[in-house]
């Protein structure tokens, strides 16, 4: 998690033009899946680890969260996030989310979007938010799927005339280091299987509530044409879990 490509410009550009980006939660393909996993906001104090722009961090506080806490690497992301995303009640903090320590039950919801593949202990992490969250508390996230991490190069596999024929999986027992391409740069991020995922929440405490491989909705298979081949494999997955 330590590796922080979205300081470096060129990364951090292309980033910047991504859907997700420039509209925010409406332009992030599993929002429509994952909103309806969120728990109540009202007076709670939230922790959301991997803020990046701060969309989440907003959406809390204009849901009612009393406090909300937006840990991020990035100097760039979070430079971005007090830009566009700075509410009052929300408090944006620099840090590796290996770095990250707080008090026990000091939050009532943890959020983490995209974050977690780049983190190589999930256990640690997860042991860290169980004793983070008070009694009942909810931790919300969401990772890209273990059949989209699996081989690697997460790309399709493309015939003589360049269209794509399957999408690869291999490796899929063996977890660890993966070197993958995203926005043309070299990222490291970590392969688990559902089962590592899964039973690692279950070990440390936590009570599952909720699984979800998130198709697109039906307005964005309508304008977006080449959100299709979203439904040729899962890209994400979201796990809703209480203490």
Known sequence: MKENKYDNQSFF???KKMLRSQLGLEGAGEWHALKNMLPDFKDKNVLDLGCGFGWHCRYAIENGAKSVVGID???KMLAKAQEINNLRGIQYERKALEDVNYPAEQFDIVL?????HYVESFD?????IYQWLAVG???VFS????VFTAEGSQDWVYDQSGEKTCWPVDRYFIEGKRNTTFLGENVIKYHRTLTSYLNTLLKN???IKEIIEPE?????????????EELRRPMMLLISVEK
């Open 13 to 15: 550009d292309q980033y």
């Open 73 to 75: 690497l990035s100097e």
């Open 112 to 116: 983490s979007s995209l974050t977690l």
């Open 124 to 128: 640690a992490i997860a042991k860290n």
């Open 137 to 139: 508390g909810h931790f």
């Open 143 to 146: 990772v890209e799927h273990p």
């Open 205 to 207: 405490g936590f009570k």
């Open 216 to 228: 697109p909705s039906q307005e964005m298979l309508k304008e977006i044409p080449e959100m299709k």
